[in-house]
Protein backbone atom coordinates (compact mmCIF):
# COMPACT_ATOMS: atom_id res chain seq x y z
CA UNK A 1 0.00 0.00 0.00
CA UNK A 2 1.03 3.07 -0.69
CA UNK A 3 1.90 6.37 1.70
CA UNK A 4 -0.82 8.79 0.21
CA UNK A 5 -3.47 5.97 -0.40
CA UNK A 6 -2.94 4.91 3.55
CA UNK A 7 -3.40 8.19 4.13
CA UNK A 8 -6.89 7.78 3.36
CA UNK A 9 -8.66 6.49 5.92
CA UNK A 10 -5.59 5.89 7.95
CA UNK A 11 -1.96 5.71 7.28
CA UNK A 12 -0.76 3.19 9.11
CA UNK A 13 -2.52 -0.21 10.24
CA UNK A 14 -2.26 -0.85 13.88
CA UNK A 15 -1.75 -4.46 14.45
CA UNK A 16 -4.67 -6.29 15.40
CA UNK A 17 -5.12 -7.07 19.46
CA UNK A 18 -8.09 -9.16 19.72
CA UNK A 19 -6.41 -12.50 19.46
CA UNK A 20 -3.35 -11.86 22.27
CA UNK A 21 -5.71 -10.33 24.45
CA UNK A 22 -8.02 -13.79 24.46
CA UNK A 23 -4.74 -16.03 24.65
CA UNK A 24 -3.69 -13.90 27.82
CA UNK A 25 -6.94 -14.05 29.51
CA UNK A 26 -6.72 -18.34 28.55
CA UNK A 27 -3.65 -18.55 30.01
CA UNK A 28 -4.31 -16.44 33.41
CA UNK A 29 -7.45 -19.01 33.95
CA UNK A 30 -5.34 -21.97 33.26
CA UNK A 31 -3.40 -20.69 35.82
CA UNK A 32 -5.77 -19.68 38.23
CA UNK A 33 -7.21 -23.34 37.88
CA UNK A 34 -4.09 -24.91 38.71
CA UNK A 35 -3.62 -23.15 41.74
CA UNK A 36 -6.52 -24.00 43.28
CA UNK A 37 -6.23 -27.79 42.94
CA UNK A 38 -3.06 -27.39 44.39
CA UNK A 39 -4.33 -25.31 47.09
CA UNK A 40 -7.11 -28.62 47.20
CA UNK A 41 -3.91 -31.12 47.38
CA UNK A 42 -2.68 -29.19 50.71
CA UNK A 43 -5.83 -29.75 52.91
CA UNK A 44 -6.99 -33.16 54.58
CA UNK A 45 -10.70 -32.94 53.14
CA UNK A 46 -11.79 -31.08 55.83
CA UNK A 47 -10.92 -27.75 54.76
CA UNK A 48 -7.96 -27.62 56.99
CA UNK A 49 -4.78 -27.09 55.84
CA UNK A 50 -2.08 -29.87 56.30
CA UNK A 51 0.72 -29.31 58.01
CA UNK A 52 4.14 -29.67 56.50
CA UNK A 53 5.01 -33.13 58.13
CA UNK A 54 1.48 -34.13 56.60
CA UNK A 55 1.71 -33.02 53.31
CA UNK A 56 5.77 -33.51 52.21
CA UNK A 57 7.54 -31.67 50.01
CA UNK A 58 5.97 -32.22 47.00
CA UNK A 59 2.38 -31.06 48.38
CA UNK A 60 3.47 -27.98 49.27
CA UNK A 61 1.30 -24.98 47.24
CA UNK A 62 3.72 -22.91 44.49
CA UNK A 63 4.35 -18.81 46.03
CA UNK A 64 1.99 -16.77 43.89
CA UNK A 65 2.46 -13.29 42.99
CA UNK A 66 0.60 -10.48 44.83
CA UNK A 67 1.08 -7.88 41.87
CA UNK A 68 1.29 -8.29 38.03
CA UNK A 69 4.18 -8.12 36.82
CA UNK A 70 5.00 -4.16 34.96
CA UNK A 71 7.38 -4.08 31.94
CA UNK A 72 9.94 -1.80 32.29
CA UNK A 73 10.25 1.17 30.80
CA UNK A 74 13.12 1.12 27.94
CA UNK A 75 14.79 4.69 27.67
CA UNK A 76 13.50 5.91 24.51
CA UNK A 77 15.92 5.48 21.14
CA UNK A 78 17.30 8.64 19.63
CA UNK A 79 19.26 8.71 16.10
CA UNK A 80 21.55 11.44 14.74
CA UNK A 81 21.78 12.21 11.00
CA UNK A 82 22.91 14.84 8.82
CA UNK A 83 19.89 16.07 6.41
CA UNK A 84 20.87 18.40 3.31
CA UNK A 85 18.31 20.46 0.45
CA UNK A 86 20.46 20.66 -2.68
CA UNK A 87 19.01 22.15 -5.98
CA UNK A 88 21.86 21.03 -7.87
CA UNK A 89 20.94 23.12 -11.39
CA UNK A 90 19.73 20.75 -13.82
CA UNK A 91 22.16 20.25 -16.92
CA UNK A 92 19.68 22.01 -19.04
CA UNK A 93 20.30 25.06 -17.47
CA UNK A 94 24.01 24.82 -18.50
CA UNK A 95 23.40 23.22 -22.18
CA UNK A 96 26.23 25.18 -24.50
CA UNK A 97 24.18 27.81 -26.55
CA UNK A 98 20.46 27.92 -24.60
CA UNK A 99 21.14 27.47 -20.86
CA UNK A 100 20.43 30.14 -18.33
CA UNK A 101 24.21 29.17 -17.07
CA UNK A 102 25.86 28.92 -20.34
CA UNK A 103 28.99 29.80 -18.46
CA UNK A 104 29.35 26.77 -16.17
CA UNK A 105 30.11 23.18 -16.59
CA UNK A 106 28.07 20.49 -17.76
CA UNK A 107 25.17 19.24 -15.50
CA UNK A 108 27.18 15.63 -15.98
CA UNK A 109 30.51 17.01 -14.70
CA UNK A 110 29.19 19.94 -11.73
CA UNK A 111 26.49 16.31 -9.99
CA UNK A 112 30.75 14.68 -9.44
CA UNK A 113 31.21 17.66 -7.37
CA UNK A 114 27.70 17.40 -5.66
CA UNK A 115 28.44 13.62 -5.43
CA UNK A 116 31.86 15.07 -3.09
CA UNK A 117 29.87 17.88 -1.53
CA UNK A 118 27.35 15.30 0.11
CA UNK A 119 30.62 13.01 1.05
CA UNK A 120 32.79 16.18 2.43
CA UNK A 121 29.27 16.85 4.76
CA UNK A 122 28.64 13.34 5.99
CA UNK A 123 25.12 13.70 4.34
CA UNK A 124 22.68 10.69 4.30
CA UNK A 125 19.64 11.61 3.37
CA UNK A 126 18.88 14.42 0.66
CA UNK A 127 16.53 16.36 -1.18
CA UNK A 128 17.89 16.93 -4.52
CA UNK A 129 15.99 19.29 -6.66
CA UNK A 130 16.80 20.13 -10.87
CA UNK A 131 18.01 16.39 -10.82
CA UNK A 132 17.78 16.23 -14.44
CA UNK A 133 18.15 12.39 -15.50
CA UNK A 134 21.57 12.73 -16.82
CA UNK A 135 23.12 13.80 -13.92
CA UNK A 136 21.20 11.20 -12.03
CA UNK A 137 23.31 8.40 -14.05
CA UNK A 138 26.41 10.42 -13.58
CA UNK A 139 25.47 10.28 -9.75
CA UNK A 140 25.02 6.93 -9.44
CA UNK A 141 28.39 5.99 -11.44
CA UNK A 142 30.14 8.00 -9.17
CA UNK A 143 28.85 6.60 -6.19
CA UNK A 144 28.00 3.01 -6.72
CA UNK A 145 25.49 1.43 -4.43
CA UNK A 146 26.23 3.82 -1.88
CA UNK A 147 22.45 6.11 -2.35
CA UNK A 148 19.33 4.68 -3.50
CA UNK A 149 16.98 7.10 -5.13
CA UNK A 150 13.40 7.58 -4.99
CA UNK A 151 11.40 8.21 -7.81
CA UNK A 152 14.90 8.34 -9.77
CA UNK A 153 13.94 7.03 -12.96
CA UNK A 154 10.67 5.37 -12.42
CA UNK A 155 8.27 8.63 -13.32
CA UNK A 156 11.08 10.02 -16.10
CA UNK A 157 12.20 13.70 -16.11
CA UNK A 158 9.65 15.43 -14.39
CA UNK A 159 9.87 12.64 -11.67
CA UNK A 160 13.84 12.19 -11.40
CA UNK A 161 14.22 16.14 -10.97
CA UNK A 162 12.72 16.33 -7.51
CA UNK A 163 14.08 12.99 -5.72
CA UNK A 164 15.26 11.97 -2.70
CA UNK A 165 18.61 9.82 -2.10
CA UNK A 166 19.88 8.07 1.12
CA UNK A 167 22.24 5.95 2.10
CA UNK A 168 21.92 2.29 1.55
CA UNK A 169 24.43 1.47 4.40
CA UNK A 170 22.16 3.17 6.77
CA UNK A 171 18.43 3.86 5.52
CA UNK A 172 16.11 1.09 3.95
CA UNK A 173 13.14 2.19 1.91
CA UNK A 174 9.90 1.34 4.10
CA UNK A 175 7.57 2.84 1.33
CA UNK A 176 7.17 5.64 -1.49
CA UNK A 177 5.25 7.68 -2.93
CA UNK A 178 4.37 10.94 -4.85
CA UNK A 179 2.00 14.03 -4.96
CA UNK A 180 0.83 15.65 -7.05
CA UNK A 181 2.33 19.99 -6.80
CA UNK A 182 1.39 22.63 -8.71
CA UNK A 183 4.52 23.88 -11.05
CA UNK A 184 5.07 26.34 -13.47
CA UNK A 185 1.76 27.78 -14.66
CA UNK A 186 -0.09 25.12 -11.83
CA UNK A 187 0.99 21.60 -14.08
CA UNK A 188 1.41 19.23 -11.52
CA UNK A 189 4.94 17.49 -11.14
CA UNK A 190 4.90 14.36 -9.31
CA UNK A 191 6.98 14.81 -5.68
CA UNK A 192 8.32 12.13 -3.66
CA UNK A 193 7.37 11.61 -0.07
CA UNK A 194 9.56 8.43 1.39
CA UNK A 195 8.90 6.73 4.51
CA UNK A 196 12.38 5.56 5.64
CA UNK A 197 14.07 2.57 8.52
CA UNK A 198 17.02 3.74 10.12
CA UNK A 199 19.32 0.36 10.36
CA UNK A 200 20.73 0.35 13.30
CA UNK A 201 18.32 1.98 15.58
CA UNK A 202 14.81 0.54 13.78
CA UNK A 203 13.83 4.10 14.22
CA UNK A 204 11.24 5.32 10.92
CA UNK A 205 11.06 8.68 9.80
CA UNK A 206 8.99 10.18 6.56
CA UNK A 207 11.30 12.36 4.29
CA UNK A 208 9.09 14.87 1.63
CA UNK A 209 11.19 16.97 -0.84
CA UNK A 210 9.19 20.04 -3.09
CA UNK A 211 10.21 22.78 -5.64
CA UNK A 212 7.83 25.43 -6.11
CA UNK A 213 7.91 27.50 -8.88
CA UNK A 214 9.78 30.77 -9.23
CA UNK A 215 8.21 33.76 -11.02
CA UNK A 216 10.52 33.96 -14.09
CA UNK A 217 10.52 36.46 -17.38
CA UNK A 218 9.51 33.10 -19.14
CA UNK A 219 6.74 32.22 -16.49
CA UNK A 220 5.45 35.48 -14.97
CA UNK A 221 3.82 35.50 -11.82
CA UNK A 222 3.39 32.26 -10.36
CA UNK A 223 2.74 33.60 -6.72
CA UNK A 224 -0.65 31.87 -7.06
CA UNK A 225 0.66 28.56 -7.80
CA UNK A 226 3.30 28.69 -5.30
CA UNK A 227 0.43 29.48 -2.64
CA UNK A 228 -1.16 26.34 -3.85
CA UNK A 229 1.73 24.18 -3.93
CA UNK A 230 2.27 25.30 0.14
CA UNK A 231 -0.84 24.62 1.01
CA UNK A 232 -0.90 21.19 -0.28
CA UNK A 233 2.26 20.71 1.16
CA UNK A 234 1.08 21.66 4.48
CA UNK A 235 -1.95 19.26 4.19
CA UNK A 236 0.23 16.50 3.65
CA UNK A 237 2.42 17.14 6.53
CA UNK A 238 -0.66 17.81 8.81
CA UNK A 239 -1.81 14.27 7.80
CA UNK A 240 1.32 12.49 8.25
CA UNK A 241 1.90 13.83 11.88
CA UNK A 242 -2.02 13.61 12.65
CA UNK A 243 -2.02 9.93 11.57
CA UNK A 244 1.20 8.82 12.42
CA UNK A 245 3.69 8.40 15.17
CA UNK A 246 6.38 9.07 12.85
CA UNK A 247 9.14 12.50 12.09
CA UNK A 248 8.40 14.18 9.33
CA UNK A 249 11.36 15.89 7.10
CA UNK A 250 10.77 18.67 4.77
CA UNK A 251 12.98 19.64 2.35
CA UNK A 252 12.96 21.88 -1.27
CA UNK A 253 13.27 25.02 -2.73
CA UNK A 254 10.56 26.84 -2.07
CA UNK A 255 11.18 30.11 -3.93
CA UNK A 256 9.82 32.23 -0.90
CA UNK A 257 11.66 33.22 2.00
CA UNK A 258 9.31 34.89 5.12
CA UNK A 259 6.06 33.19 3.46
CA UNK A 260 7.72 29.91 3.24
CA UNK A 261 8.87 30.06 7.08
CA UNK A 262 5.63 31.69 8.22
CA UNK A 263 3.15 29.48 6.15
CA UNK A 264 5.42 26.21 7.21
CA UNK A 265 5.57 26.96 10.74
CA UNK A 266 2.16 28.45 11.47
CA UNK A 267 -0.18 25.85 9.46
CA UNK A 268 1.72 22.76 10.60
CA UNK A 269 3.58 22.17 13.75
CA UNK A 270 7.10 22.24 12.42
CA UNK A 271 9.96 24.30 12.97
CA UNK A 272 12.96 25.61 10.67
CA UNK A 273 16.30 23.53 10.56
CA UNK A 274 18.21 27.57 10.80
CA UNK A 275 15.88 28.50 13.84
CA UNK A 276 13.25 31.63 14.22
CA UNK A 277 10.06 31.21 15.77
CA UNK A 278 5.89 31.00 15.38
CA UNK A 279 4.30 31.25 18.74
CA UNK A 280 1.85 33.45 18.05
CA UNK A 281 3.84 36.28 15.94
CA UNK A 282 5.81 34.65 13.16
CA UNK A 283 9.63 35.90 13.49
CA UNK A 284 11.72 34.08 10.74
CA UNK A 285 15.27 33.53 11.02
CA UNK A 286 17.90 35.63 10.75
CA UNK A 287 19.63 33.42 7.71
CA UNK A 288 17.06 33.31 5.65
CA UNK A 289 16.78 32.14 1.52
CA UNK A 290 14.65 30.36 -0.31
CA UNK A 291 16.05 26.72 0.16
CA UNK A 292 14.53 24.97 3.20
CA UNK A 293 14.68 22.47 5.61
CA UNK A 294 11.82 21.80 8.06
CA UNK A 295 10.80 19.35 10.75
CA UNK A 296 7.69 18.58 12.51
CA UNK A 297 7.83 18.46 16.42
CA UNK A 298 9.85 16.72 18.30
CA UNK A 299 12.89 16.52 15.67
CA UNK A 300 15.64 18.79 16.93
CA UNK A 301 18.42 20.62 14.43
CA UNK A 302 21.46 21.90 15.08
CA UNK A 303 25.21 22.45 12.83
CA UNK A 304 22.72 24.35 10.18
CA UNK A 305 24.96 25.72 7.26
CA UNK A 306 24.02 27.15 4.19
CA UNK A 307 27.41 26.54 2.08
CA UNK A 308 28.48 28.78 -0.21
CA UNK A 309 31.90 27.76 -0.83
CA UNK A 310 33.91 27.37 -3.63
CA UNK A 311 33.02 24.41 -4.84
CA UNK A 312 29.41 24.85 -4.29
CA UNK A 313 29.37 27.43 -6.78
CA UNK A 314 31.01 26.03 -9.08
CA UNK A 315 28.21 23.31 -8.76
CA UNK A 316 24.92 24.82 -8.45
CA UNK A 317 23.48 28.69 -8.41
CA UNK A 318 22.41 27.74 -4.92
CA UNK A 319 23.56 27.50 -1.41
CA UNK A 320 24.07 23.59 -0.67
CA UNK A 321 21.52 23.35 2.83
CA UNK A 322 23.22 21.02 5.60
CA UNK A 323 22.15 19.96 9.03
CA UNK A 324 22.27 17.72 11.63
CA UNK A 325 18.63 16.08 12.99
CA UNK A 326 18.05 14.09 16.12
CA UNK A 327 14.92 11.95 16.23
CA UNK A 328 13.92 9.69 19.25
CA UNK A 329 10.88 7.19 19.19
Avoid at 64 to 84: E, I, K, N
Avoid at 182 to 195: C, E, Q
Avoid at 213 to 241: K, Y
Wanted: proline share 7%.
Amino acid sequence: MTILAAVYPSLVTKPKRGLLAFLATVVVALLVLASAQLLGLATDGTGVAATPADSGPSAAAPETPTSSPTRSSAPPRSLDFVLSSFNVLGSSHTEPGGGKRASMPSGQTRIRWAARLLARHGVDVVGFQEFQLDQQRAFLRVTGAQYDIYPGFDLGGRGSNNSIAWRTDTWDLVESDTIDIPYFDGKPWPMPVVLLRNRDTGLRAYFTNFHNPASTASHPNQGRWRRLAAAREVALVNRLTRQTDYPVLLTGDLNEREIAFCTMTGRADMTAANGGSHDGACRPPDQIGIDWIFGSAGVRFSNYRADRSALVNRTTDHPMIVSRVRIEG
